[in-house]
């Protein structure tokens, strides 16, 4: 069941869509700079975290633009908090996304063989976490009823990531032979960077949910 749009509002709905699809965006970005850092094209690397502030600067005008329009009055007041609310949380994940790719290209953590890989994919799933979240938000005004089904999945792949994050903090700490210890601590730094956008997904996600809550009361 949607929720029920006035005609001045379906022009915002479309806003909060394509601000949800650029956030989309800038996460692939950073997740295509983690994989090229990863096979060590740092050049090419860095050139996708440059493309990725790009995307994170048109979700952030995007935002502004939603934002305004909504506080000229569209949605019913006690949506239209929640929303900004949740909005706010979608675009952290932006934010926190163009951090993580900042961290490789200006610290350039030297990132042994042994967690490649699990790196690489705590970066699929993060990715595929984006989509899921990208989901609730479309869902929010198609299908409410799906909003937790996919709030229930992006915790799910967020608790997936942070499996893998463990599981190469373990490595870092107990696994490998690294001499220097500000070295293990750049790559803790690394996975935290990696692991927190997902974190950011989740609460955005648990957000949203509320206000499917909400439309269904």
């Avoid at 869509?17 to 090229?36: C, F, N, P, S, Y």
Wanted: aromatic share 8%.
């Amino acid at each position: 069941m949607p929720l029920f749009i006035h005609k001045k509002e379906k022009h915002i709905v479309e806003l909060i869509k394509k601000h949800a699809d650029q956030v989309v965006e800038t996460v692939g970005l950073i997740r295509q700079a983690i994989d090229l850092y990863l096979d060590g094209d740092k050049e090419e690397s860095k050139k996708y975290t440059k493309m990725a502030h790009k995307a994170e600067e048109k979700a952030d005008i995007i935002e502004r633009e939603v934002d305004k329009e909504m506080f000229e009055g569209a949605f019913m007041p006690s949506i239209r908090e929640v929303l900004y609310v949740a909005l706010d949380f979608v675009d952290k994940v932006a934010n926190r996304a163009e951090k993580t790719g900042d961290f490789l290209t200006l610290i350039h953590p030297v990132i042994p063989d042994e967690i490649r890989e699990d790196v690489k994919k705590m970066g699929a799933l993060t990715y595929e976490c984006a989509e899921k979240l990208r989901d609730c938000v479309y869902h929010l005004f198609e299908d409410v009823k799906k909003v937790y089904e996919d709030s229930v999945k992006v915790e799910f792949l967020e608790g997936e990531v942070d499996k893998y994050a463990w599981k190469v903090m373990e490595t870092i700490f107990e696994k490998l032979d690294i001499k220097k210890f500000s070295e293990r601590m750049m790559l803790r730094e690394m996975v935290i960077h990696i692991s927190s956008m997902s974190n950011k997904m989740e609460d955005a996600s648990d957000k949203i949910d509320i206000i499917s809550l909400k439309m269904r009361l």
